[in-house]
């Protein structure tokens, strides 16, 4: 079992106030764990706030997009990126939400394989160019979306899913993240 959260040594002896406590504990209750993400960002209360309230938002609020959908994304993105990190945690979010491990490898290694839906296929499709070639998006894309039943609200979700899991990839590599072991073994 590893202790490390991230390669920087930055002061992780801050007491942490009653709400983010709270908020551990709930997480310790709810998943088993604090993700090792959420101890990466407790170094600065406001900075935590900031990537709680928009992963939660993105990830657990309001949206035509299934948690499972938000999860294949952050798997997608992750891959192309080869973030550690997110690709062990959120495979194992495909894993328990889609109940088939084989899928949540599958998408780990190359969602282009798995057994998707060809909704499931295009948003992937837009979430990895978006992640690849950001300035080769283009209104056929989006319409590409449309044509299989996405909104234009949903293709701002898709979007949104995507920049965070980008600007999230980008922050666990730089500081040599790692996921909690217990994710390694969920749902297989």
Not at 45 to 62: I, P, S, V
Not at 96 to 125: C, F, H, I, T
Not at 165 to 188: I, L
Request: aromatic residues 8%.
């Amino acid at each position: 079992m590893s202790s490390k959260v991230t390669a920087l040594q930055i002061d992780s002896n801050v007491t942490l106030s009653e709400k983010t406590q709270a908020y551990f504990d709930l997480c310790q209750e709810k998943l088993g764990l604090v993700p090792n993400v959420l101890k990466a960002y407790a170094f600065d209360e406001t900075k935590l706030r900031a990537f709680t309230d928009m992963y939660n938002d993105l990830m657990l609020g309001e949206c035509t997009l299934s948690k499972l959908e938000r999860e294949m994304i952050a798997v997608a993105v992750s891959a192309v990126n080869r973030c550690f990190y997110c690709l062990t945690a959120h495979g194992a979010a495909v894993r328990e939400l889609s109940g088939d491990p084989v899928l949540g490898e599958l998408m780990v290694m190359n969602y282009r394989v798995a057994d998707l839906s060809p909704k499931q296929r295009a948003m992937l499709d837009f979430a990895v160019k978006l992640t690849e070639k950001p300035a080769e998006i283009v209104e056929s894309d989006r319409q590409a979306l449309r044509d299989v039943g996405f909104t234009d609200r949903d293709i701002w979700d898709i979007a949104s899913v995507t920049g965070f899991f980008n600007m999230s990839n980008r922050v666990a590599a730089a500081s040599d993240m790692r996921p909690n072991d217990e994710y390694h073994s969920r749902a297989r």
